[in-house]
């Protein structure tokens, strides 16, 4: 499968690089409103959100969900706890949509927010997936271990969790 023409376009977007260790949420948030076409600064938008993100432990599922259902750019089509897989996401990519992932480093209660924007034939390309890059392309055997990763603590089990969004016609 060739690169498909809209990840050249995705290339000219600025995205927000994630500032202070535990708003990789609001990033994610941020940079999906800019993946829909919205020029908010991150500051404008950090500003309007922080105080639904707690400071030590960054944002809860539930309160993600709540601030992407409120956003008027975006349409947020179904989140996914556990049993994914990524033919789902490539389908949803294929589909003009961007995936938000939150999953877990390694086997430890410390979750990441990172929004999934397109993807090649073996890779996908991320926002805010790395400390290093802001974008960058992910093997998808990597990007397979991540979302199937489960973390142990607290008596429970973790699961990664998707967010599968879409760009509201109507806003546009």
Known sequence: ?????????????RYAKQIRKTDCGLTAIANT??????????KSFYNMFKSKCDTTYGIDPETMTTIL????????????????????INKHLDNDGAVIIRYFHN???????????GRT???????????????????????????TRQSFGLGC????LLWFMGKKKDAM
């Not at 086997?107 to 924007?117: F, S």
Request: aromatic residues 10%.
């Open 33 to 42: 409103m800019k993946w829909a076409g919205s020029n908010i600064s991150y």
């Open 69 to 88: 259902s409120q956003i008027n750019s975006l349409e947020l089509k179904k989140v996914l706890a556990a049993g994914f897989s990524l033919k789902q």
């Open 107 to 117: 086997q430890k209660l410390q979750g990441h927010y990172a929004l999934c924007v």
């Open 121 to 147: 034939k073996h890779s996908y390309k991320m926002v805010n997936d790395s400390a290093k890059k802001t974008v960058r392309y992910v093997p998808a055997k990597t990007l397979h271990n991540k979302i």
């Open 157 to 160: 089990i973790y699961f990664s």
């Open 1 to 13: 499968m060739k690169e498909r023409p809209f990840l050249k376009l995705e290339n000219k977007k």
